[in-house]
């Protein structure tokens, strides 16, 4: 397919002229593609998209979220998922097969307030998101501090294979779960390691699409700029230690990074290509 | 209709000193307001307006929610200060249309089915009026709903033309709209080429009209590309062109 100059559009832009696909945020008009967001348009695997700058969350399916329970009726939980839409959790999700309403306390196991990260298993034009937490890594969230960014800002905060969010847990010496629909927790024994990591995602947040950013960020948390002369500079087992900690929601991160790599290939990843073929003296 | 003065002067100058094809001066500043999920502040010659986008999100009361689409709700109101002398704030008849017909020059650009069951609110605030202000707040309008994220197929640029002396002249200011001729409000989406609004106070015989709908649509043009810079910088500053591979 022929490659497209990578730019930068607005809602009405001619992206290409030709028989190419749409895939996210273009339309076609006539033989024209048309961006219909703010964004980078540029030409995926078999067609053109758009990667968008701003908007709201809309839920996929298969999306790992995090939200907050808002409600109970006497069969599923209402949870807050930072969207238009509601997201209904089964009760029998958690209390299996034999759920019973009258046997059953919901609010024992989850009580208004309470966030969890779940996954989408449902969800179309016609109905509300479906969750499920019955999954590696999914519930309740016992603790931590919750900070909300844009949606379309979070493949940017993970990185490429959890880059940027490795960068920053590791610095602050904290653990940060990220759902897509941009909510996200941060938990650490110490409050400045929490302050610090809040000022990260900040940062990232407003300055997503700039280039150049990781190194910007591992200067506010005064990290050597390579990867393994900050591994070094923290001990050993600290790293271990929080390695570990942090393993099920970075795999579980990095999964989701990389299924969004292979639909709708993120704007970090773009730079960071493109970084890495400008030292290579080549062109993308 | 009595004139009480010449609206255009020997040299062919208007009351404020534009020639006849002159745009009054147009500053739009995107994302304002941190609360709301689009936002745009226009100066277009002495209107000042704020507009904020918050959606797409739940529809409250839930009966107005379209199973198939997004409702768009827009409110376009003046705010008592605006005006020479106190505007109520209650909303007048003038504002109750100018929300309908702003609503539905908007609708056009925006692809509501999209977001089924959700609505997108825009509230359009006049800080000062000095006419043409509902061209002003489409134009601001719809900075502000791609500034939200919601998918459009084109941007809408709005802009007047109308007759002042007999003569067609483009984006007419308070004065010129109360002892002039005509006024002529278009919106227009200058990538699909299509006319989303148009609207007529006065008499025009037919090539009049076609003149100034020709004006108007040259005048949406010129407002079009203050929008997209505005949003342009944005969200890319000053940078037009993606660097990449200038290396």
Redesign the interface.
Known sequence: MQEIKRKYVVPGDKIIDGNFRPLLNVIRVGDSIISTRIGIAESGRDGIKVIPLSGVYIPRVNDIVIGKIIDHSSLSWEVDINSCFSAHLPAQDIFGRDFSPARDDMNKQLAIGDLITARIVAFDRTRDPMLTVQDRDLGRIPRGELLKISATRVPRLIGKRGSMIQTIEQATQTRILIGQNGLIVVTSRSSEGIQLAVKAIRMVEEEAHTANLTQRVKALLNVPDTTTAALSSLPQQEVAQSSSSFSPSLSQNNRKDEKVEETESTIEEVEEEIEENVEKGEKV | MSQIKNLIDDQGKRTDGRTAEQLREIKIAVGIIKNA??SAFIEFGKNKIIVAVY????VHPKHMAL??RCILRCRYHMSPFSTDTRKNPAPSRREVEISKVMREALEP?L?LE??????IDVYVEVLQADGGSRCAGIAAASVAL??????????VAACAAGKVDDKIVLDINDTEDKEGGADMPVAY????DQVTLLQLDGILTAEQFNECLDMAIKGCKMVYQIQ?QA??HK??GN????K??S?
């Open positions: 999920d689009g959606g797409p999100r739940e199973p198939d650009a692809m999209d977001y089924p069951r959700a609505a791609a500034d939200a994220g919601i998918n459009m197929c084109d941007i989406m200058p990538h699909l997209k949003l342009m969200y890319f940078e037009t062109e993606l990449e591979e290396q």
